[in-house]
Every structure is written in structure tokens, then in C-alpha cells.
């Protein structure tokens, strides 16, 4: 995006004061050490904190600068969001900000994230649930997983499962289990970015859930990812589109194939 085209974008999306101390803040950041939280002005959110020197900037300009989310600002009245790949909160944020009575879940593997993640949404104590694991088809153990997606920074971890002589760090969390714990009916808004676990995700036990989103949006990570989700939908009332790098699922309630 040219550099015209990316200001006009930041200021018509943060406003010029937030703009202004977005760009003071990029200034501070190449001079503190790297992992030094640093607070960034959000519209409609307030302050959230960033570490100095990691994918945290990447990952809010997405979210705030660019709203990679606006492709679900028209749902109403939702009730439980789910965020699969939460990262250190951004998207939760402009979710919780925008969804006043609903109930999030964020769940995110990696424990440095999850500490960011965990400070950023205190103000929403009350209608969150954090959950410091992985996504994954059914109950089993993780680890974090050697091989990367992208650039291999912070915003790229990804999980994979434990190995026969391998201790695993944490119990994988399944969609069916997390909705029916929450003692929702339905879940709103489905978000998942999970590096490439989504294969897993919908390549078995979906069936126990998938008829009770009725938003997804999904970042893809491969072909194999792909053409795993294509199958999950087969034969579902649903109408998909693209806004920017995620696929976006609008389910109707009428769809009930498992």
C-alpha cells in the first residue's frame, strides 16, 4: 500500500490524535529494549500495550489500523465470541469494544502472548475467559511446535501434538468442548488464526459444532488448510467471501447437515 494511501487509511480508521500517538510511539519503540511494553492508543478500546521489537505492531495495525475485522462490524447482538489464536489481545479487544454484552473466550498457546493478552484485556475480567492452550480437533496434549509459519515471530507460533516420549505442556481445547462449557447455544462470532492448525480443526469432530456458528472468519494458512475447511462446509447453507487475508463463512440457521 503506498504510503499516501496508508496514512489517509490510519487517519479515516484511529482519527488524528490516535494516528499522531501511534507514530510517537513507533519512535519510542526503536529506543527502548526489545519486549519493553510500551501503551498504544486504540479507538473505542483506549490504551493496550505493546512489546518493543515483536509482531505486537504487525498485529494492531490489522486490527486497528487497517480493521481486518470490519468484514463482521455488521453483526448485532452477539452473544459469545470465540478467538481461537488470540495473540496478546488485539482482536479480542476490538471485539469486546464493539459487542458490549458478549461473552469472549480467547484462547492462545504461547505463555509470552498469553502474559500480554492477559493484561490487555483485564478491564473485561467479567466477560472473558482466557485460556492459555491450543485449538485442536479433540482433548489431547501439545507442544509448542519447532517449524513456524511466516516469519517465524510472535504472531506465527503455532502447536502440534506431543510425541510418544514427549511430555506435553498443555491440554488442547476443542470448539464443541469451549461451547459447551460456556452454556451458550451459539457461538456469534468464530475467529481462528491458529498458523496452520485449522487443517486439524476441520478435518474431524467438527460436526459436533460447526452448525452452531453463525460468523466465521478464518486466516487460511495453505492449500491443505483450504480444501480441509471446503470439505467441513460441504452441503452447509453458507455463503463465503474473502476481506483481505481472511475467509469469511456467514452461516444460515437453517443449515443442519453434521
Known amino acids: 500500500m503506498p504510503t499516501i494511501q496508508k496514512i489517509v487509511t490510519a487517519v479515516r480508521n484511529m482519527g488524528i490524535a490516535n494516528s499522531i500517538a501511534l507514530k510517537a510511539a513507533d519512535v519510542r519503540m526503536k529506543l527502548v529494549p526489545k519486549d519493553r511494553l510500551i501503551p498504544l492508543r486504540a479507538p473505542g478500546v483506549a490504551t493496550l500495550f505493546c512489546r518493543a521489537g515483536t509482531s505486537d505492531r504487525n498485529v494492531f495495525n490489522q486490527i486497528f489500523v487497517e480493521r481486518e475485522y470490519r468484514c463482521v462490524d455488521d453483526v448485532t447482538d452477539a452473544d459469545l465470541i470465540i478467538d481461537c489464536g488470540a495473540n496478546v489481545g488485539y482482536s479480542a479487544a476490538y471485539f469486546l469494544a464493539r459487542h458490549p454484552r458478549a461473552h469472549l473466550i480467547a484462547i492462545e498457546p504461547d505463555a509470552g502472548n498469553f502474559s500480554v493478552l492477559e493484561r490487555n484485556l483485564a478491564r473485561w475480567s467479567d466477560r472473558t475467559t482466557l485460556i492459555n492452550s491450543g485449538v485442536w480437533s479433540a482433548t489431547t496434549g501439545l507442544v509448542m511446535s519447532e517449524i513456524r509459519s511466516g516469519d517465524g515471530r510472535e504472531w506465527s507460533y503455532t502447536v502440534r501434538p506431543n510425541g510418544p ?70 452441503g452447509r447453507d453458507v455463503s463465503i467471501s474473502t476481506c483481505d487475508e481472511l475467509t469469511v463463512c456467514n452461516f444460515s440457521r437453517n443449515s443442519n447437515r453434521s
Open 165 to 234: 516420549h514427549e511430555k506435553p505442556t498443555m491440554s488442547a481445547v476443542d470448539i464443541g468442548g469451549l461451547l459447551a462449557q460456556s452454556g451458550r447455544g451459539r457461538i456469534s462470532i468464530l475467529k481462528i488464526d491458529i498458523e496452520g492448525a485449522e487443517r486439524e480443526v476441520f478435518s474431524a469432530n467438527y460436526g459436533a459444532w460447526i452448525d452452531s456458528v453463525d460468523h466465521l472468519v478464518i486466516e487460511l494458512h495453505g492449500d491443505d488448510c483450504k480444501a480441509a475447511l471446503t470439505s467441513a462446509l460441504n
